[in-house]
């Protein structure tokens, strides 16, 4: 009995093994990037930017790679990352916020 993780089906929505050490291998230097800049670097609005940003590409390989919505139906991508989006906005906009008062 082949179980449904090693189905071809479920490989091929997820990616290739190669595929998957990339986006990992990615992420983690995502990470110490984010841990080094936040580290030594001034706080400041272009800082701020910076690391949401990286932030933000984290969450879109892990959204579209790890949680396998590259190939779903188009709306399961558009909610999550729509979600990461409204997310991100609001954070911006509270340091924004701070920022003027």
């Given at each position: 009995?082949?179980?449904?993780?090693?189905?071809?089906?479920?490989?091929?929505?997820?990616?290739?093994?190669?595929?998957?050490?990339?986006?990992?291998?990615?992420?983690?230097?995502?990470?110490?990037?984010?841990?080094?800049?936040?580290e030594r670097?001034?706080?400041g609005p272009?800082?701020?930017?910076?690391?949401?940003?990286?932030?933000?590409?984290?969450?879109?390989?892990?959204?579209?790679?790890?949680?396998?919505?590259?190939?779903?139906?188009?709306?399961?991508?558009?909610?999550?990352?729509?979600?990461?989006?409204?997310?991100?906005?609001?954070?911006?906009?509270?340091y924004w916020?701070?920022?003027?008062?």
């Open positions: 009995m082949q179980s449904s993780l090693s189905s071809p089906r479920h490989a091929s929505s997820h990616g290739t093994p190669n595929r998957a050490a990339i986006i990992w291998a990615a992420l983690i230097f995502a990470t110490m990037l984010t841990w080094t800049v936040g670097a001034d706080a272009a800082i701020t930017a910076l690391l949401m940003t990286i932030a933000f590409a984290k969450g879109t390989l892990i959204i579209l790679d790890y949680m396998a919505l590259r190939r779903a139906p188009l709306m399961w991508p558009l909610i999550a990352l729509g979600w990461m989006l409204l997310v991100c906005s609001m954070i911006g906009l509270a916020k701070g920022l003027a008062a």
